[in-house]
Nanobody, 130 residues
Framework: QIQLVESGGGLVQAGGSLRLSCAASKRTFSTYAADWFRQAPGKEREFVAAISWNAVDTAYADSLKDRFTISRDNAKNTVYLQMNSLKPEDTAVYYC???????????????????????WGQGTQVTVSS
């Protein structure tokens, strides 16, 4: 069992930046692809970004790829999400998730099926004020 703990959320003004972290409890996390999702009040959980186990490949939601960057440091068992030029519509709880997959989908449509993920974090709140 791997525990995932997100951090780095908070309140930021529109146009600002935040970097979220997802720390895993075991080194085996380095063999898992990792994704970020978000869920706004009253809306379904949506895919944000993903990174392969070795950080060679990434995938992004089309609407976010110009502002968000996913990365990972396997030596620290941590995945990051750098969010720039934040907008009020980015307000949501952000979740980290992990899964083991033989082939990493490099398109957003290959991500997002919540049931396919092995582990989830508890989420971190991001609030962007206008």
């Amino acid at each position: 069992q791997i525990q995932l703990v997100e951090s780095g959320g908070g309140l930021v003004q529109a146009g600002g930046s935040l970097r979220l972290s997802c720390a895993a409890s075991k080194r085996t996390f380095s063999t898992y692809a990792a994704d970020w999702f978000r869920q706004a009040p009253g809306k379904e959980r949506e895919f944000v970004a993903a990174i392969s186990w070795n950080a060679v490949d990434t995938a992004y939601a089309d609407s976010l790829k110009d502002r968000f960057t996913i990365s990972r440091d396997n030596a620290k068992n941590t995945v990051y999400l750098q969010m720039n030029s934040l907008k009020p519509e980015d307000t949501a709880v952000y979740y980290c998730a992990a899964r083991r997959i033989p082939v990493f989908p490099t398109v957003a449509s290959g991500h997002g099926a919540v049931s396919e993920y092995d582990y989830w974090g508890q989420g971190t709140q991001v609030t962007v004020s206008s």
